[in-house]
């Protein structure tokens, strides 16, 4: 083989490769970007009065979402069973410790006795409700319509939903999502 064929290999194979690169980055980024905002039957659109939803919390006391107006609120829909809610929920909680002028609020997508077991090695200082496990996800009204968790809504201290994330958060993209 000539050189002239070697060097044309070798960039043939380098252009391959950083194709390759860009697609699985690009494919990665398009799997996590906010969906854009057109109206979806059931859903709270961006700006709109979030639901009230009324779950129980882990002792089975019923709270509803309007006990936390007054202060924004991060909602976060979270499973023991997905890794990246369980490496998301330390970042979370160093937020709510950090943002008393905050509401962090956790809704675990699971079984409450699965949440407890969970929750009794891994605790957070926020609180956490918990969604009927025989009952449509209650993250949808929020505009979850892909069913992706972890999920977070920002609600504003007056209780119109602000934002919406679909995975996990490190503590610097969290800051920066916030302001």
């Known amino acids: ?9 070798a960039l043939a194979v380098i252009a391959a490769a950083s194709g390759g690169f860009l697609l699985a ?16 039957p059931g859903v709270v659109a961006i700006g709109d009065r979030r639901p009230d939803l009324v779950l129980p919390d882990l002792a089975g006391t019923p709270v509803a979402l ?7 609120v991060l909602l976060n829909f979270w499973a023991s069973w997905c890794p990246p809610c369980v490496e998301e929920m330390p970042v979370l909680d160093a937020f709510a410790q950090a943002n008393p002028d905050w509401h962090v609020v956790g809704i675990a997508v699971e079984p409450a ?7 009794a090695e891994h605790p957070v200082s926020y609180p956490i409700l918990v969604g009927q496990a025989d009952a449509p996800d209650e993250s949808l009204p929020f505009g979850n319509t892909r069913g992706v968790l972890p999920y977070t809504v920002l ?25």
């Open 1 to 9: 083989m000539s050189l002239r064929q070697m060097l044309f290999l």
């Open 113 to 119: 006795e699965a949440a407890r077991d969970y929750l």
């Open 25 to 40: 980055r690009h494919l990665r980024d398009a799997r996590f970007q906010a969906e854009p905002e057109r109206p979806v």
């Open 155 to 179: 609600i504003g201290a007056d209780g119109r939903i602000v934002k919406r994330h679909a995975g996990a958060f490190d503590r610097a993209e969290l800051d920066a999502w916030v302001r």
């Open 66 to 72: 309007s006990r936390f107006d007054g202060k924004p």
